[in-house]
């Protein structure tokens, strides 16, 4: 077998258990220290927006915890398009149809993303969300088709050039 192709599936792999390790690390955090986080990151956003920053306290809470549980949304979209990336490219270096890729992809993003939130049950002042399975499996999908755009463009590249040295080939 060739040993470059398993060197890039084992960096996959690598890189995917990474990044299941990293939202299993965020899903650990209590309520608290996941709010603390999320509110340093949208105070870090806000902090430069002069029209927020001259509200009263009572306004700017309202305005920052409203952005805050966008800020929340945009990471889980994120990190699963991390997800989804990396497992469309690790099925993309095995012969399968492209279908099966894509349904295998969606299909492991979508049980992981459900037992992370499965595993916010057990974690103190957290609980699971439908909404964010939702916007979990988005990020896949969207991680996905960025693969199969990479794949797109590598091939219409590769084709030109091979047209290209054949060109080349005849006229010589």
């Not at 890189?15 to 209590?30: A, C, E, H, P, W």
């Not at 949208?42 to 805050?68: G, M």
């Not at 469309?88 to 095995?94: E, G, H, I, N």
């Not at 057990?122 to 990020?139: H, L, N, Q, S």
């Amino acid at each position: 077998m060739n040993i470059k192709l398993n060197i890039l599936r084992t960096i996959l792999i690598i890189l995917l258990i990474g990044t299941f390790s990293i939202i299993f690390g965020f899903s650990s955090q209590d309520s608290e220290k996941s709010s603390s986080i999320s509110r340093k990151v949208t105070e870090i956003i806000t902090n430069p927006i002069k029209s927020i920053q001259e509200k009263t306290k009572q306004e700017k809470e309202e305005i920052l915890d409203r952005i805050e549980s966008i800020v929340r949304k945009i990471a889980h979209f994120s990190i699963y398009t991390v997800v989804g990336f990396l497992l469309m490219a690790l099925f993309s270096t095995y012969k399968l149809k492209e279908m099966n890729r894509v349904s295998i992809s969606l299909i492991l993003g979508i049980i992981y993303a459900s037992s992370d939130e499965i595993h916010q049950c057990f974690t103190p002042g957290r609980g699971p969300a439908v909404t964010d399975v939702i916007i979990d499996t988005m990020g896949v999908f969207l991680g996905i088709l960025l693969v199969m755009l990479v794949i797109k463009i590598y091939e219409k590249i590769a084709s030109r050039d091979k047209k290209q040295q054949n060109i080349t080939k005849c006229n010589n």
